[in-house]
């Protein structure tokens, strides 16, 4: 029997239990928009590409499954380029699905063809990011092509897969026996582990260290083994720092936390790492930020510390350091098989709880460091009170999206996150305007959970139609608007180094330029509030929690910089032989 491909194709989505594709609609997709009329998929419609590619990440993210985004041709996939990047660098798995020119037309130069250097060339454009490109050449084909996209989007490191399918493919019959056969396939492949032998070693070089240090990167989050590594770190007495990307790994208030490293991390932890005699890399590419350039005197010193480094990703073990001992695994799989290994050779344990008290006695004086920020009254609100109000409503399960600038580096550095998983940032691409439509896939992905974005005036203002996309799928979604009027955290690198804050604070005939966002809100149907004191702000956060509705919370914030403990040594390109960094601007 033959079927539309397009009618076959979301059967096909709903066989593998995708709940939600994410996109926007064009001449060369409606084929398949038009089957989806009469499925249980939900099409989750929005106003821009980009925030549908960022809406998807979050979902992913969040789900811990692959989102799929159905996109138009040309400038609609270029449009969620920058989105779909963005899911690469941190490893997300997306299968973009994309329509492209009728394929008899194929160098005749149709509407919206990429085709300046090669004919039909759109696929190109996502080649340098994503795991594989496919342009569906035959319709009987396509199912294979489909299946091996999620298979690779899914296996190994995580990634996004680009399906490009003439739109004339989309609106052809092909035999239902193609795409039934796939059935027969499994949906989940198994992973790789590590042996006893290399677990033993592991275990043996951590316990003899006079000062080990496990550091943990985004992948044990992808990797779904947070439970597994706090069960190493507890069972061995292991203190924990982490990347970015690996916050949450261990809850902020475990007694073996350490903290983020690097530029935002503070010198107590950076210092720890770099006199750790061993360190144990989990899952962290060691990224430039979180290694403050690499540079020996300040974060890692590898040699003289040695590492010890797991990682479904090959390519990344000896990238940046040099590895004692590397291993290519799944991370659950060589957690199970390392905790297993370590209770045989060590059944009591072991306590350390010097470096317990020594951890504690740390936090108790960043805090104290921070008390009288968080108690300012002062209105523009000091960011450290904004993040400090916002941890005390939320409960430790709410999820956070951050996008970049104090709400990405500050909450990295000073806000506190309970479950693993439960923040989602831009690490790899560090994409403004990536928070607020992320915050919405996390709450299509977790509906029973509070959502939370903490964004700035720059990244909300980015892709404001977000807000359609939240009042048609009814998402309660809370976006706090950290208001500087300005790319703060550019425009403190820019005043220190070079004494102007030239394009990069919003002026209007000289005077700042004051966006209301919270009426922004409201014209799309969406809750808005616009914070008049440092007071209001709590009972506003709230009130919104307590809606069960979606809500813009406008607060104007102070133009300070998070404070960098670390290095970068972006700092000496501008400034040879200067310690400038960022500074406030009014």
């Not at 440092?534 to 809500?551: G, H, Q, T, V, Y």
């Amino acid at each position: 029997m033959k079927e539309l491909i397009s009618k076959q194709l979301v059967r096909y989505l709903e066989r593998r239990g995708v709940e939600h594709v994410f996109g926007l609609c064009g001449h060369t997709n409606i084929a398949v928009l038009a089957a989806m009329s009469q499925s249980k998929l939900n099409f989750v419609n929005t106003r821009h590409e980009q925030i549908a590619a960022h809406i998807a990440d979050g979902y992913a993210r969040a789900k811990k499954k692959t989102a799929v985004i159905l996109s138009h041709l040309g400038p609609g996939l270029t449009n969620a380029s920058t989105g779909v990047a963005n899911a690469a660098l941190d490893s997300i798995p997306v299968v973009v699905i994309a329509g492209d020119v009728p394929s008899h037309y194929y160098g005749k130069h149709p509407h919206q063809e990429v085709n300046l250097h090669s004919d039909a060339a759109q696929s190109e454009i996502y080649r340098p990011f994503v795991k594989r490109v496919w342009r569906v050449e035959r319709p009987d084909l396509f199912p294979e092509i489909l299946q091996k996209a999620f298979q690779l989007a899914e296996s190994g490191r995580p990634g996004p897969v680009l399906v490009s399918v003439p739109m004339d493919i989309f609106s052809m019959e092909i035999d239902t026996a193609l795409f039934d056969r796939l059935s027969h396939h499994t949906t989940q492949l198994q992973k790789p582990s590590i042996d006893d032998e290399t677990a033993e070693k592991i275990v043996r070089k951590l316990v003899e260290a006079r000062n080990p240090v496990v550091y943990a990167g985004g992948g044990v989050i992808l990797a779904d083994a947070a439970d597994e590594l706090r069960q190493l770190v507890d069972h061995l007495s292991l203190p924990v720092a982490h990347s970015l990307m690996g916050k949450g790994v261990l809850p902020d208030d475990h007694q073996l936390t350490l903290g983020m490293t690097g530029f935002w991390g503070t010198k107590f932890v950076n210092e720890k790492c770099r006199t750790a005699d061993w360190i144990f890399g989990v899952g962290t590419r060691f990224a430039e930020a979180d290694c403050s350039s690499w540079e020996a005197e300040y974060t890692f010193s590898m040699p003289p510390s040695k590492l010890i480094h797991i990682d479904i990703d090959p390519a990344e073990i000896g990238r940046n350091f040099p590895v004692e001992i590397g291993v290519v695994s799944d991370l659950k799989q060589a957690l199970i098989v390392l905790n297993r290994v370590a209770r045989r050779l060590f059944p009591n344990g072991r306590t350390n709880d010097a470096l317990r008290d020594q951890i504690g006695a740390y936090r108790r004086d960043f805090q104290k460091g921070n008390a009288a920020h968080i108690a300012n009254e002062a209105y523009p609100m000091r960011p450290e009170r904004i993040l400090s109000t916002v941890r005390e409503v939320l409960p430790r399960d709410a999820i956070i999206t951050t996008d970049v600038g104090w709400n990405k580096n500050g909450v990295g550095q000073q806000f506190p996150i309970y479950t693993p998983g439960s923040i989602l940032t831009p690490g790899g691409f560090a994409t403004m305007g990536f928070g607020a439509p992320a915050a919405i896939g996390a709450k299509l992905a977790c509906p029973d959970r509070v959502v939370v974005a903490l964004v700035g005036d720059g990244g909300f203002g980015q892709n404001p139609a977000v807000l359609a996309t939240a009042a048609e799928q009814d998402v309660a979604v809370i976006w706090i608007v950290m208001n500087n009027n300005a790319y703060g955290t550019i425009a403190g690198l820019e005043m220190a180094h070079y004494g102007t804050a030239f394009g990069t604070v919003f002026r209007r005939g000289g005077e700042p330029y004051h966006v209301d966002f919270a009426a922004i809100a409201r014209a799309y149907g969406v809750d808005g509030v616009k914070i008049g004191s440092a007071a209001d702000f709590k009972p506003a956060l709230e009130k919104a929690i307590a809606s069960r509705k979606a809500c813009v919370i406008d607060v104007a914030m102070m133009n300070e910089p998070v404070p960098t403990a670390g290095h970068w040594n972006i700092n000496d390109i501008y400034s040879p032989g200067r310690k400038v960094s960022h500074v406030a601007v009014a």
